[in-house]
């Protein structure tokens, strides 16, 4: 299959930032910084001298991304969006970029000691001339959850906790990062905010910001997860050791904290190990809304799927199946989410099974992203989720295979496409919402019949995605389903027309087309 192409030179941040590991910790996700940048740009469509600019900006992000600096990437990133808002890039503002808070962990026992490092991830422009200090504080999040529309950590509300001052910070924090130990005993257990603001005696340089999840004895508490787990069924014990590899993870840098709900977690590992004690396995024909896990050999780590399942399921007679595939930056939980139309209902209305795979990683590309140059592990392992995902269902319900349906929206719609072309004898029928995919693998995808959402005023994944696409599949007669929203935006369409796709799904079986869609 050919790599997504996705037009304008500008959207050369959706693919060469794409398949950048996840940063350690306080770093925003490139792949939601890129992607706000090529919509910014998009919605300015900067002419004459501030084209320029961009153009010879965009020449050295390719090329400092061709040489692994990656701190240098974000410097440009940083400066192509504040020119974009209108404003000269400074050295000021140059200096502020490069800061970054990192922590020996993120998810916090506060019965110990935190230990931070003040860094800077490139070389700023700005002339230093006295010694440097640091204020440090701890805030309250403004807003719950994970990673907003730019990829940048949440807002933070009021001060909570003083944390203390620092002087005599390295006025090079990429040769000697400055360490801080830092007291968060007393500090209830939550999410917050850890913020340092770094002076030039009385001038503030910036303001560098991590989140952190507090717990009083935490590592006991995993301690005596890890212990339990071990006696359980090998079936459960990934249920029960995620949260704990999870932290382990996000600590070491491997993937961000995202929208993890410590305390969500523990109390399901909690209600786990209390049936499992009791000698009953709480997963064995459950319905309704829940979370499953599984070793993922290929990637070496325990993955998440969330699952619905019909109340009026039973294993006498097999039900149909749909996968879907979430958006960029999101996860294995938003396809459940209200602003998908209630897939759940729908669910329950039409006796399906949804599952939702995370697809390695919230910005994974369920295969259908490649950059020349660079190690294709990360998406080719994005895929090989979604497929380990659809095999642990079929193991633990008994599901028809002629009604496997394959469903996402925008990067999952993406993925809807790229899938497909690769196992097109599985999928009964597809659904992709605010996608794009690569015409010339519509031959490959075979007479799978389509239903297609797209809006017509999306300017993050542009419509023409979809029509050509579609104008693909009509060439070839493949029965396909075109929605095209007028004055819909990338967001609006998907839940407004769920409805639609499961009525187009229930219409379906493997080698059996519904009459009267054809080249709607």
Request: aromatic residues 8%.
């Given at each position: 299959?050919k790599?997504?192409?996705?037009?304008?030179?500008?959207i050369?941040?959706?693919?060469a930032?794409?398949?950048?590991?996840?940063?350690?910790q306080?770093?925003?996700?490139?792949a939601?910084?890129?992607?706000n940048y090529?919509?910014?740009?998009?919605?300015?469509?900067?002419?004459?001298?501030?084209?320029?600019?961009?153009?010879?900006?965009?020449?050295?992000?390719?090329?400092?991304?061709q040489?692994?600096?990656?701190?240098?990437v974000?410097?440009?990133?940083?400066?192509?969006?504040?020119?974009?808002a209108?404003?000269e890039?400074?050295d000021?503002?140059?200096?502020n970029?490069?800061?970054v808070?990192?922590?020996?962990?993120?998810f916090v026992?506060?019965?110990?000691?935190?230990?931070?490092?003040?860094?800077?991830i490139?070389?700023?422009?700005?002339?230093?001339n006295?010694?440097l200090?640091?204020?440090v504080?701890?805030?309250?999040p403004?807003?719950?959850?994970?990673?907003?529309?730019?990829?940048?950590?949440?807002?933070?509300?009021?001060?909570?906790?003083?944390?203390?001052?620092?002087?005599d910070?390295?006025?090079?924090?990429?040769?000697s990062p400055?360490?801080?130990?830092?007291?968060l005993?007393?500090?209830?257990d939550?999410p917050?905010?850890v913020q340092?603001?770094?002076?030039?005696?009385?001038?503030?340089?910036?303001?560098a910001?991590?989140?952190v999840?507090?717990?009083?004895?935490?590592?006991a508490?995993?301690?005596?997860?890890?212990?339990?787990?071990?006696?359980?069924?090998?079936?459960?014990?990934?249920d029960?050791?995620?949260?704990v590899?999870?932290?382990?993870?996000?600590?070491?840098?491997?993937?961000?904290?995202?929208?993890?709900?410590?305390t969500?977690?523990?109390?399901?590992v909690?209600?786990?190990?209390?049936?499992?004690?009791?000698?009953?396995?709480?997963?064995a024909?459950?319905?309704?809304?829940?979370k499953?896990h599984?070793?993922?050999k290929?990637?070496?780590?325990?993955?998440?799927?969330?699952?619905?399942v019909?109340?009026?399921?039973?294993?006498?007679?097999?039900?149909p199946?749909v996968?879907?595939?979430?958006?960029?930056?999101?996860?294995?939980d938003?396809?459940?989410s209200p602003?998908?139309?209630?897939?759940?209902?729908l669910a329950?209305?039409?006796?399906?099974?949804?599952v939702?795979?995370?697809?390695?990683?919230?910005?994974?590309g369920?295969?259908?992203?490649r950059?020349?140059?660079?190690?294709?592990?990360r998406?080719?392992?994005s895929?090989?989720?979604?497929?380990?995902?659809?095999q642990?269902?079929k193991?633990?319900?008994?599901?028809d295979?002629?009604?496997?349906?394959?469903?996402?929206?925008?990067m999952?719609?993406?993925?809807?496409?790229?899938?497909?072309a690769k196992?097109?004898?599985?999928?009964?029928?597809?659904?992709?919402?605010?996608?794009?995919?690569?015409?010339t693998?519509?031959?490959?995808?075979?007479?799978v019949?389509e239903?297609?959402?797209?809006?017509d005023?999306d300017d993050?994944?542009?419509?023409?995605?979809?029509?050509?696409m579609?104008?693909a599949?009509?060439?070839?007669?493949?029965?396909v389903?075109?929605?095209e929203?007028?004055?819909?935006?990338?967001?609006?369409?998907?839940?407004?027309?769920?409805?639609a796709?499961?009525?187009?799904f229930d219409?379906?079986k493997?080698?059996?087309?519904?009459?009267?869609?054809?080249?709607?």
């Open positions: 299959m790599p997504v192409r996705f037009g304008p030179a500008a050369f941040f959706f693919l930032l794409s398949s950048i590991p996840a940063q350690p306080s770093l925003p996700n490139l939601l910084t890129r992607l090529t919509v910014t740009k998009r919605r300015v469509n900067p002419q004459g001298e501030l084209k320029a600019k961009l153009d010879a900006l965009e020449a050295d992000v390719a090329a400092a991304t040489l692994g600096k990656m701190g240098e974000r410097r440009l990133a940083a400066k192509g969006l504040t020119l974009l209108g404003k890039w400074t000021a503002l140059d200096f970029s490069s800061l808070l990192r922590a020996d962990h993120i026992d506060s019965s110990k000691p935190l230990g931070l490092r003040l860094e800077q490139y070389s700023p422009s700005l002339k230093l006295h010694s200090s640091a204020h504080w701890l805030a309250k403004a807003a719950a959850g994970g990673l907003n529309s730019i990829g940048l950590p949440p807002q933070a509300a009021e001060s909570t906790k003083e944390l203390g001052k620092f002087e910070v390295s006025r090079d924090l990429r040769e400055f360490p801080m130990d830092v007291d005993s007393g500090v209830a939550g917050y905010i340092v603001e770094l002076f030039e005696q009385t001038q503030s340089l910036g303001v910001t991590m989140r999840v507090v717990r009083k004895d935490l590592n508490t995993l301690a005596q997860i890890e212990a339990a787990a071990a006696k359980l069924p090998e079936t459960m014990r990934p029960a050791l995620y949260p590899e999870y932290i382990h993870s996000v600590d070491r840098g491997r993937v961000e904290i995202g929208a993890f709900d410590l969500k977690e523990l109390v399901s909690d209600q786990l190990l209390v049936a499992a004690k009791a000698g009953k396995d709480p997963f024909g459950r319905t309704g809304d829940f499953r599984y070793v993922f290929a990637g070496g780590e325990i993955m998440p799927y969330h699952l619905y019909p109340t009026q399921y039973d294993s006498s007679r097999a039900f199946l996968v879907a595939l979430h958006g960029l930056g999101a996860s294995e938003s396809m459940f602003v998908y139309g209630g897939v759940a209902k329950e209305q039409h006796g399906f099974i949804v939702a795979p995370l697809g390695y990683r919230v910005d994974g369920y295969g259908a992203f950059v020349p140059g660079q190690s294709s592990r998406t080719d392992l895929e090989q989720d979604v497929m380990e995902v659809l642990q269902v193991q633990q319900y008994k599901i295979d002629s009604r496997i349906y394959l469903m996402g929206h925008s999952g719609g993406i993925g809807t496409w790229a899938i497909a196992h097109p004898g599985l999928w009964a029928a597809l659904g992709p919402i605010s996608g794009v995919g690569d015409p693998t519509v031959e490959k995808m075979g007479s019949p239903i297609v959402v797209h809006g005023a993050v994944v542009p419509v023409t995605g979809s029509r050509a579609v104008e599949m009509k060439k070839l007669g493949t029965e389903k075109y929605i929203v007028p004055a819909g935006n990338h967001g609006s369409v998907a839940g407004p027309n769920m409805a796709i499961f009525d187009f219409a379906h493997k080698g059996q087309a519904a009459a009267g869609t054809h080249g709607n």
